[in-house]
């Protein structure tokens, strides 16, 4: 029987799973933009399930629909500036799609065209659940120009248009940090269970940008990240499943595995060496772990990186 609840690490991935069209992605660096209109949705449109393991950035301009996640409803209206990251299981519902633009990314791509300090940068992509914010008509014109550009840039074959888009979702960032998040807090943000989870996902940022950097050599276990928060292995990991929808054990994996990307991505660090930085005794373990969550070895997934450039 097919599982309900379905774990997606790509929008390609789950408009498969939603038997939608996929001709609008472009799967090759782990971001997309495109007008919904274009996807050709059936109205009104009831997704099933699912969790992402990627962002999304949601400008509408015109159309209307829902989302859904855990048992909080929005609403979305024209006008509205939507965000969600890797968390908690949702469904979204569109009723009416005239202009709506969907910006999806993931961390790896995040790291290497904004910068290891992103999250510091930007906290608020750290955040667990936001509701969809309405902006003025004089700012959603900002926004709209800046991410139209996004799209002019993501359907050209420029050789360096990603690094061009980094430049400009980074320009959104800020956009959007100056204009709302100062005054703007999250739902859950009074939530002890939420202050959990932030803590733990900024520690587990800091704790893999140190371990890059050699700032230090021991990887946290399920008991460092417990103990910097004064907690209980065991309750620090029912809460961050109860609330994220996934173990501590595969957050830490996945960030494992997103930190092993960006450093193959910088052929001047061995293979070798990233072994010993990740905390694997031996190369082969290491490849092992990372061919089980990817599908493909460090070497592989470094020379086609190589190729793609």
């Not at 700032?215 to 309750?235: C, M, S």
Request: glycine share 4%; hydrophobic share 35%; with cysteine.
């Amino acid at each position: 029987m097919e599982n309900a609840n379905f774990e997606s690490n790509s929008l390609f991935e789950l408009y498969q799973h939603l038997n939608l069209p996929v001709n609008l992605i472009d799967t090759a660096e782990g971001f997309s933009i495109f007008n919904l209109k274009e996807v050709g949705f059936e109205l009104p449109y009831q997704s099933k399930p699912y969790r992402p393991n990627f962002f999304s950035l949601l400008f509408i301009k015109d159309g209307a629909g829902n989302y859904t996640i855990d048992d909080y409803s929005f609403e979305v209206k024209a006008h509205s500036v939507y965000f969600t990251n890797p968390s908690n299981y949702r469904t979204f519902c569109w009723e009416r799609i005239e202009e709506i633009y969907l910006v999806t990314f993931d961390e790896t791509f995040l790291k290497k065209h904004i910068g290891k300090e992103v999250f510091e940068t930007f906290p608020f992509l750290l955040t667990e659940t936001v509701k969809p914010k309405i902006v003025t008509d004089e700012f959603y014109e900002i926004l709209e120009k800046i991410y139209l550009q996004v799209h002019a840039e993501y359907t050209g074959t420029y050789t360096y248009k990603y690094k061009i888009i980094g430049h400009l979702l980074a320009v959104l960032f800020y956009k959007i940090k100056e204009y709302f998040w100062q005054d703007y807090n999250p739902i859950y943000e009074g939530n002890r269970s939420s202050q959990i989870v932030k803590s733990f996902k900024q520690l587990l940022e800091k704790h893999y940008r140190d371990l890059s950097s050699d700032k230090v050599e021991t990887v946290f276990r399920v008991q460092d990240y417990a103990n910097a928060q004064n907690l209980h292995p065991n309750y620090l990991s029912t809460v961050i499943k109860s609330k994220t929808g996934k173990p501590i054990t595969i957050w830490i994996a996945e960030k494992t595995i997103s930190e092993a990307k960006a450093l193959l991505q910088n052929s001047s660090i061995s293979i070798k060496e990233i072994t010993f930085k990740l905390g694997f005794s031996e190369a082969a373990h290491f490849s092992n772990y990372f061919k089980k969550h990817t599908g493909t070895t460090p070497a592989q997934y470094r020379k086609e990186g190589i190729e793609s450039k």
